[in-house]
Structures are given as C-alpha cells and as structure tokens.
C-alpha cells in the first residue's frame, strides 16, 4: 500500500477513532489508580511557622507543601523515589511552584507523584475533579488548538488520550537572534484532525504563521548528567555544537525533544513564556528554578516484586541515592564500567524458587541484553548516514543508551529512528500529517528521499534542514515505571509496546521471554 493511501485511510479512520476518544478521555481510573490520587485531598494552609504537609499527591500551583530531601509514590511496578540534594523547603515560596499568568506553575506539568512528569491518570483526574477547567487544560497548548471550545473533551482529546501537549513554532524558523531561517523544504499539510494547522488564526496561512506538533512533557530530574556537554561538537552531524547566548557556553542539546534551548535558563524562559504566559520570568526566578531542578534526582525505589532498593543485597545503581552521588559524563558502553553498572548482586547459580528470585534473575537477563546482545540498526539517520558508520551496523542497546546512569545517548545530537516518519511511524490517525519536500537544491533525506510523510518534522522545524526531519534527543530511562506513556509522541503505553516497538523497527526477533526480561529490566530503573 503507498504512503499515500495510508495517509488518506488513517484520516478517514480518524473520525471514527477521534469519537471514541471522546467518550473514553474521562473515564473512571482502575480503583487502585483513584486510591492513589486520592491522597490529593488539600489541606488546609499551614499556620505561620509550622511545618507544611508533605506532598501526596498533585501539588497546585502555589500550595504549601514540604519538598523534603526524599520521597516516594506508587507506580504500576512499586515506587518511584524523588530525591532532593539540598535542604527541605516550602513549596509556596518557591518560583518552581509559584502560580503565573495562565494559572499553573512549572510543577503544573512536573509532578513528584509522576516522577516529575505527568501522566495519564494524573491527567484525566484533574479533568474529572474540575470538570476540564484546571490550567492544566489552558487552550494555549492544553487543547488541540486554542480556537476550540473550552472544557469539551474533544478539545483536549491528545492531552487527554496520549499526554500530549501542543507545541506552536514559528514557520518558517526563526533563528534566537529573531532572523529567518530559509527551508530546505516546503511544508504541506496532509491531514490535521486537530484543525490548528489549517487554522486561520493559528495555522500555516494565519497571519504570524506556525507549524502545531504534539510532545509530551520531558522529566525534570537527573538533569545534572545532561546539562553539560560532554564533547564540544554534535555527534549527529559533526558540526560544533551551538554555544548559549545567554551562558556563553557550549549546548548539550540534551535539554529539549527538538534541542530548541540551548540551556536550563534558555528553557526555563520559554516554558514560562509559552506554556505558563509570562513573557519576561526575572532572572532570578529562572536561577532559583535552575538551582532547584539541577537538585532533582528520579528512579525507581521498589519494585512490587523485588521489594525495595535502599538495602544489601541489590545493584548498586538502582534507586535513587546512587544517582545523588554518580559521577557525571561517564560512558557506560564499556564492559568494565556498564551503563548500569553492574548488576551481580541479583546473579545466582541457585534455581530460583519464588517469584521474587524469578524476577531478579529476569531483570538480570534484561540487562544482558540491553548490554550485550546486538541487532542491525539501518537506516537510522544519527547513527547510519556517516560514511564511518556503515548501513547497516551491529551493536547493541547500550551503544545508544550509554550515558551512565541516567541512559541517554553522551554524543549530542538528534536521531531518527522512525517514531513520527514513515514508514516506521505506528498509525496515528488523530496527529496531524505533514508532506515535506525536499529542494532539489540540497541532498536528499539520506534513507527517505525527498519527499517524506510525517507526524512531527522534529528538529527540522529549528534547523529548516531536510535531513533533520523527524530529528529528536532521547530521553532518560530513569523511573521510567511512573511515567508512561512514552516515547515524545505518547505512542508507546506501556514498557512492553517500547519493547515491540525497536522489535518490530529493526527486525531484531526477540522472543517472548526477551521481550519480558526487558521489560522488567526497564521497570526497575
């Protein structure tokens, strides 16, 4: 079948998926995911001078709540652990979780309960609990387009349904500087049931003109790893690496799906002007928020069958205290230093003989493949595309992951390895669609031609540059267990649809028993 005929298929199988959407956005949690928010009960404020109640559950934009120096909540697998390396302190006194213009705070889409991220449950509570009008759902980027009506269902369907949030850029790009950046590429919409690229106030033919792709909310932990760059040059293209121009230093292009910001203060400028509707945060402000979030640490504590972390007898990498005290830019792709390091307290020659052991030994086996089985990778723009790199290559996970502790990749730069292009994309039939053609002035996309079918151009919509469509930077794989769905666009659910997904990607042929040791590897990170 063409990409053209499963463009139009998808588009007319839309309608039917997007009424279904509707009337399952805000559908009653499991009971054991209600029991959990239900901790959210507010409290009462804290008289002046005692102590403020801990957070336990979603915490509002300026609610005074203690962010101690560890906490933890339950996730489908155990318990995510937060920690916090400086002293304990109010939340109501804090620019991370004070209330802006629009009514959230950064908090708003961070929350500790979902591992400083935020999930589906947590969202779709906040829907039922006010009846869609929390600043979560702000029409700005919390609906499908902010022309929409206001506390319909439909109208948040992807933030409802995946997670997602809009995401506007300017089109054709502006550079930081204000200057135009000039395409490789024209930029057709194919199909949008969200309407807001077709939108005459806030499409491509509306009078300040942008391009709307949807993105889940990246983790804010662990950052101390992926702030700093680790080499000076972008690995992905060979290029220098862009330097700040509010630090004056080299990016790791680490912090964004689409490497925008080239800086914890660049981001936390934008995300107050776009998603929060304050247009200048004091310096201040974005340096209190900076030296908080560089604090931040997030990864699973306890398992549901393994039981908790924080004791002998476990890998030393797993929980939440070694990634306090891990030292920054080591490359873990090395059979003596391992991404992970080394998980031998859970090896045994013993038969297992409870479900507890089953499951260390699974967890173990998941690790050996993660570290050491390899597979094809082909025609993966980021990794095939360099005459040194053949196509295609075997390696393995880790040759990817490789960043200790945290899992991301430690050369900068972007990749494509097929999440939102054809014809590696899964259906999608409620994301918008874009043709991108390539001029005949520059080389080709170097596996998809010139004329490529996408769901999010990625870091093409910075850059204008043809072979960066469908461009974005990996994210962490720590406490992965508290805040699904995955992948940027929401298309993975569940840490087994993670593990089809590379499967079926790059032919690999995992069996039944691989695909569960991986799974239950990942969910212990």
Not at 45 to 60: D, H, S, Y
């Amino acid at each position: 079948m063409s990409i053209a005929k499963r463009i139009l298929l998808g588009a007319t199988f839309g309608a039917a998926a997007f009424a279904i959407a509707q009337s399952s956005a805000a559908a009653p949690e499991p009971a054991k995911t209600a029991a959990k928010r239900d901790a959210a009960a507010r409290p009462a404020p804290a008289a002046r001078g005692a102590r403020p109640p801990l957070i336990t559950g979603f915490v509002q934009p300026g609610e005074s709540r203690l962010f101690p120096r560890q906490m933890s909540f339950p996730d489908e697998n155990g318990r995510v652990g937060v920690a916090f390396d400086g002293e304990p302190f109010d939340t109501a006194a804090h620019p991370f979780f004070s209330r802006m213009p629009n009514g959230r705070a950064c908090v708003t889409c961070h929350q500790p309960i979902d591992g400083m991220s935020l999930t589906l449950p947590t969202i779709r509570q906040r829907w039922e609990a006010t009846k869609g009008t929390d600043p979560l759902f702000d029409l700005s980027d919390g609906a499908n387009c902010p022309d929409l009506p206001r506390g319909e269902a439909k109208s948040h369907s992807l933030l409802l349904n995946r997670g997602l949030f809009r995401v506007a850029l300017p089109w054709p790009p502006k550079r930081v500087d204000g200057s135009t950046v000039d395409p490789e590429f024209t930029l057709e919409v194919v199909s949008d049931p969200t309407g807001c690229n077709l939108s005459s106030t806030y499409g491509l033919a509306s009078k300040t003109p942008k391009v709307s792709v949807f993105r889940r909310p990246r983790m804010i932990g662990n950052l101390r790893y992926i702030e700093k760059a680790r080499l000076y040059y972008n690995g992905k293209t060979n290029e220098p690496l862009e330097i700040d121009p509010l630090t004056g230093k080299h990016s790791s292009m680490l912090i964004m799906s689409d490497a925008r910001a080239t800086s914890l203060l660049a981001q936390s400028m934008d995300a107050a002007d776009k998603h929060m509707g304050l247009a200048n945060l004091p310096r201040s402000s974005a340096e209190r928020i900076i030296d908080f979030v560089r604090r931040v640490y997030v990864g699973q504590v306890q398992s549901n069958v393994a039981g908790p972390f924080d004791r002998p007898g476990v890998p030393p990498a797993l929980g939440v205290k070694s990634l306090v005290s891990g030292e920054w830019g080591v490359n873990g792709n090395d059979r003596n230093v391992g991404v992970f390091g080394f998980f031998d307290a859970w090896k045994s020659d013993a038969p297992p003989r409870t479900k507890a052991a089953e499951f260390r030994a699974s967890v173990v086996r998941g690790y050996d493949i993660f570290f050491l089985k390899p597979f094809w990778i082909r025609d993966t723009y980021g990794i095939n595309h360099f005459a040194q790199m053949p196509n295609p290559m075997k390696q393995t996970c880790a040759f990817c992951h490789n960043l200790q502790p945290v899992g991301v990749d430690n050369v900068p730069g972007w990749m494509d390895i097929g999440i939102n292009n054809f014809p590696h994309s899964g259906p999608a039939p409620d994301l918008p669609t874009f043709k991108i053609t390539c001029t005949k002035a520059v080389r080709p996309h170097p596996f998809l031609g010139r004329e490529i079918y996408t769901h999010d151009p990625g870091r093409a919509l910075i850059s204008g540059k043809c072979e960066d469509v469908g461009g974005l930077i990996m994210q962490q794989m720590r406490g992965l267990s508290a805040r699904a769905p995955y992948f940027n666009n929401g298309s993975a659910r569940t840490l087994r649809e993670v593990v089809d997904f590379y499967d079926r990607r790059y032919d690999i042929k995992f069996t039944e028993q691989e695909k569960q040791d991986l799974v239950n590897f990942m969910s212990v990170l």
